[in-house]
C-alpha cells in the first residue's frame, strides 16, 4: 500500500493477466515473436541477401500452417492432459507411452477385425485404467508422481514392445484414418467459427450484465472489448488460413472441442475447482472436506484418458503405429514442454488447457520454423531446451514475486 | 449435567457447546487427562496453557479432527458426537488454524466457499462435483462475509489470496469460518505473525463475532491480546484443567502461574468442581 506509484503498474498488469485471455498474454507472445522470425524476417533475409534459389518464405504459407496445427496436435492432445496433473503440483512421465500403448492396442484391435468404433473405446477405457493404476500409487501408495511415472514410461514402453514386436504396424481402417483425414466443409468452417465468436461475446456480455444487476465489481469496458475481438480475430483467422489450403480438419475440431470441454471442467466446476486447491495447499483443501486422494487419482485417469486420445490421434495421422512416434522418440517431452510454455506452473495450482495449446504450438512452430530454414535437429534440440528452461524460470520468477507481497 | 452450567456464574450465559472429562491418548502419551471445557454465545473464551499442556488436542478434538478416547460433548445442551472435520462444520463448529489454510493461488471468493461451492441449479442430472459453480452468488456471498466483519482494507473479493498482507489473510480465514452459519469459532493464535495495526483490527474482529453472538474459542500466548479480548479464561496444565477464571476479575500475574505451576491442590479441586 505504501508504494502506490509502483503498485500501479504491476497491478494492472497482473489485473490483465488474471482475466479470461490475459493469462495467454506471454505464450501468444511466444507464438508472435518464433512465426515473425520465421515468416518475416527469414524472407526478409533472403530477399535482402539476393537468395531466390531457396527463398523461405513459406513458413506462414496456409499450407504450412495446416501442417503445422496437424503436427502439434498428438503433442497438444497430450500436454492438455498433463496439465490437468501440473495443476496437482505433481508429473506424469508416461503420457507418451500410455498414448504408445493405446496406439499399438487399437492398430492390433483393428487388425483382428473388431469394429474400429468399439476398438476406440476399448483403447480409451485401457488408457483411463492406465492411468488410475499409477493414480492408485500415488495417492494411496504415496510413491511421489515422478517415481511412479518414471516406472510407468519404463513399463508401458516394455509394454508397447511386446504388443508391436516389430514396432511398426500400419493402420488402414477408414473409420480411424477418417478422424485425422475428415474435412469439414469451408463454410461450415466459418460457421462454427462464428458461432463459437457469437458465444463467446453473449457469455462475455451476459456476465457483465449479470455483475452489474447484482452490484459486483464489473470489468472495465475495454478490457471486454478486446479480448472479446482478440479471439475472434484467432479463430476466424485460423478458420480462414485452413480454408485457403484445405479446410478446418475434423481433428482440430475434436481436439478443441475436448479441450474447450476440460477448461469448463477445470475452471467452472466444484471438481476443477478442488484441483487447483490441492495443487496450491492440499493441507487446506483437506480442511475443507476435499477427499484429495481421490483428487490425485481422478486426475492421472484423465491423463490416461488424453493419452488414449492422444494416441488416437497419432494412429489416425501418421497412418500407421511405430515405436519412435510415440513411446521411444521425443514425444513425452515436448509434450511436457508444451504445457509447461504454455504457462502451466510445475509447482502446482496456476495454469490452464488451453495454455497447453498454445505451448504445442509454440513447440511445433519451433520445430517446424527450423525444419524449414534448414536447421539441424541438434540446432533444434537446443532451442528447444533453451525455450524451456525460459519459460519454467518465467514461472518460477512470476511464483515468487507473488510469494513475497 | 443441565443444571451444573448454572453454576457458572450469575453474569455469564449457559454454556453452548461443553466437554467433559476428556481423555486423548497418543500412544504413551497421555495428552488430555479428563479436561473440562465449555463456552457460551457471546462470549470469548480463552484457552491458555504452557507447551504442552494439551490446547491444541483439546482444539483438535473439538473440531473433530482427533476423536477423543473418553469424555462428553454437549453442543447447545444436546450430547453430540463428533467423528470427523465435517462432523463438527455440520454442527456449526469453526476453526481458523494458525497458518490459516488458504489456497494462495485462488482468489478470495474462491477460498471463503473452498469445499462448499455454490452451484447452479438445472444441473441436475451432473453429479453435484460437475456441476457448474455459480460464480457470482460466491462473488456475492463473499462480499456479504466480507462486509460483515467490516475489513475495509480488501479492494476486491477477486484479488489472489497470495497478494494480500498478513492481517487481510487472518481476516479472510475468520471470515469463511463465520460465513458457514457457524456458531463456535475457534481461533488458534490469531495474532501470532502479526504487526500492531494488524493485531488490533484481528482483535476488533474477534470482539465483532461475539457482538454478532458467536461463541468464540480464543487459543493464545499473547497476555495482553487475551486480556483485551476475552470475557473468560480457561487455564490447562498437564492435559487437565488448572481453572477457568473470569478476565475481568483476574491478573496476567495470576494466570501466568496457573500455566506454569498450577494451584495448590484444595484450590485445584473447587474450581474444578466449579466449571
Redesign the interface.
Same mark, same amino acid.
Given at each position: 500500500m505504501q508504494r502506490e506509484g509502483k503498485f500501479k503498474i504491476v497491478d494492472r498488469l497482473r489485473a490483465i493477466r488474471e482475466t479470461q485471455l490475459g493469462a495467454f498474454v506471454p505464450v501468444l507472445l511466444a507464438l508472435v515473436a518464433i512465426w515473425g522470425y520465421f515468416g518475416l524476417v527469414i524472407p526478409l533475409q533472403d530477399l535482402l541477401t539476393g537468395e531466390t534459389e531457396n527463398f523461405r518464405a513459406i513458413f506462414l504459407s496456409p499450407r504450412n500452417i495446416y501442417n503445422l496445427f496437424m503436427q502439434s496436435a498428438v503433442i497438444a492432445t497430450l500436454a492438455v492432459g498433463i496439465t490437468i496433473v501440473l495443476l496437482l503440483g505433481e508429473i506424469d512421465l508416461s503420457a507418451a507411452a500410455t498414448a504408445g500403448v493405446c496406439a499399438a492396442l487399437l492398430g492390433v484391435l483393428v487388425l483382428t477385425g473388431i469394429p474400429s468404433i468399439l476398438a476406440c473405446l476399448i483403447v480409451i477405457l485401457v488408457g483411463i485404467a492406465m492411468g488410475l493404476v499409477q493414480g492408485l500409487l500415488v495417492a494411496y501408495v504415496g510413491i511421489p508422481s515422478f517415481v511412479v511415472t518414471l516406472a510407468g514410461l519404463l513399463g508401458y514402453q516394455g509394454l508397447m514392445q511386446k504388443i508391436l514386436p516389430t514396432g511398426n504396424l500400419n493402420v488402414g481402417d477408414p473409420f480411424i484414418r477418417g478422424i485425422a483425414r475428415t474435412l469439414i466443409p469451408d463454410l461450415w468452417g466459418i460457421l462454427i467459427a462464428l458461432a463459437v465468436f457469437g458465444l463467446f461475446a453473449f457469455f462475455s456480455f451476459r456476465k457483465q450484465y449479470q455483475r452489474k444487476s447484482r452490484n459486483l465489481e464489473v470489468d472495465s469496458f475495454w478490457v471486454i472489448w478486446v479480448q472479446i475481438l482478440v479471439f475472434g480475430f484467432i479463430v476466424i483467422s485460423v478458420v480462414l488460413t485452413l480454408n485457403a489450403y484445405r479446410s478446418l480438419p475434423l481433428l482440430l475440431v475434436l481436439l478443441l472441442g475436448s479441450t474447450m470441454l476440460l477448461d469448463w471442467v477445470t475452471r467452472s466446476t466444484p471438481y476443477g475447482r478442488s484441483l487447483f486447491a490441492v495443487g496450491g495447499n492440499a493441507e487446506s483443501a483437506r480442511r475443507v472436506g476435499i477427499k484429495v486422494n481421490q483428487i490425485r487419482v481422478s486426475a492421472f485417469a484423465i491423463v490416461g484418458l488424453m493419452a488414449a486420445i492422444g494416441g488416437i490421434f497419432g494412429a489416425s495421422r501418421y497412418g500407421s503405429v511405430s515405436y519412435t512416434a510415440f513411446a521411444g522418440g521425443s514425444l513425452l517431452l515436448e509434450a511436457i514442454g508444451a504445457a509447461v510454455i504454455g504457462g502451466t506452473s510445475l509447482f502446482g495450482g496456476r495454469g490452464s488447457v488451453w495454455n497447453a495449446i498454445l505451448g504445442a504450438l509454440v513447440i511445433g512452430s519451433l520445430g517446424n520454423g527450423l525444419d524449414l530454414s534448414g536447421a539441424s535437429a541438434a540446432d533444434k534440440l537446443m532451442v528447444s531446451g533453451a525455450i524451456l528452461i525460459l519459460a519454467v524460470a518465467i514461472d518460477a520468477l512470476s511464483r515468487s514475486s507473488s510469494g513475497r507481497t | 449435567m443441565v443444571s451444573k452450567l448454572d453454576l457458572v456464574g450469575q453474569a455469564a450465559p449457559p454454556a453452548h457447546l461443553v466437554v467433559r472429562g476428556v481423555e486423548k491418548r497418543f500412544g504413551g502419551v497421555h495428552a488430555l487427562r479428563g479436561a473440562d471445557f465449555e463456552v457460551a454465545r457471546g462470549e470469548v473464551m480463552a484457552l491458555v496453557g504452557d507447551n504442552g499442556a494439551g490446547k491444541s488436542t483439546l482444539m483438535k478434538i473439538l473440531a473433530g479432527a482427533y476423536a477423543f478416547d473418553s469424555g462428553d460433548f454437549y453442543l447447545n445442551g444436546r450430547s453430540v458426537s463428533i467423528k470427523s +472435520?465435517?462432523d463438527a *462444520?455440520a454442527l456449526g463448529i469453526q476453526i481458523v488454524?494458525q497458518?490459516? *489454510?488458504?489456497?494462495?493461488?485462488?482468489d478470495v471468493a474462491?477460498n471463503l466457499s473452498?469445499?462448499?461451492?455454490p452451484?447452479k441449479d438445472g444441473w441436475s442430472f451432473l453429479p453435484?462435483?460437475? =456441476? +457448474?459453480?455459480d460464480?457470482?452468488e460466491m462473488? *456475492?456471498k463473499a462480499?456479504k462475509a466480507i462486509e460483515q466483519l467490516q475489513v475495509r482494507?480488501l479492494q476486491?473479493v =477477486?484479488a489472489?489470496v497470495?497478494?494480500l498482507s498478513g492481517g487481510q489473510r487472518q481476516a479472510i480465514a475468520i471470515a469463511r469460518a463465520v460465513g458457514t452459519e457457524s456458531s463456535v469459532v475457534m481461533l488458534d493464535e490469531p495474532t501470532a505473525a502479526l504487526g500492531v495495526a494488524q493485531t488490533k483490527q484481528v482483535l476488533e474482529m474477534v470482539k465483532r463475532l461475539r457482538d454478532t453472538n458467536h461463541a468464540v474459542v480464543y487459543i493464545s500466548h499473547n497476555m495482553r491480546d487475551i486480556f483485551e479480548v476475552s470475557d473468560r479464561i480457561t487455564v490447562l496444565r498437564h492435559g487437565d484443567n488448572v481453572a477457568t477464571y473470569k478476565t475481568s476479575e483476574t491478573s496476567t500475574d495470576e494466570i501466568v502461574v496457573a500455566m506454569t505451576s498450577g494451584l495448590d491442590v484444595d484450590a485445584s479441586r473447587e474450581s474444578s468442581n466449579a466449571t
Open positions: - | +472435520p465435517n *462444520a488454524y497458518d490459516l *489454510a488458504l489456497c494462495e493461488n485462488l474462491a473452498l469445499g462448499s461451492e452451484v453435484k462435483f460437475m =456441476r +457448474p459453480i460464480s457470482l462473488e *456475492a462480499k482494507t476486491s =477477486r489472489k497470495g497478494g
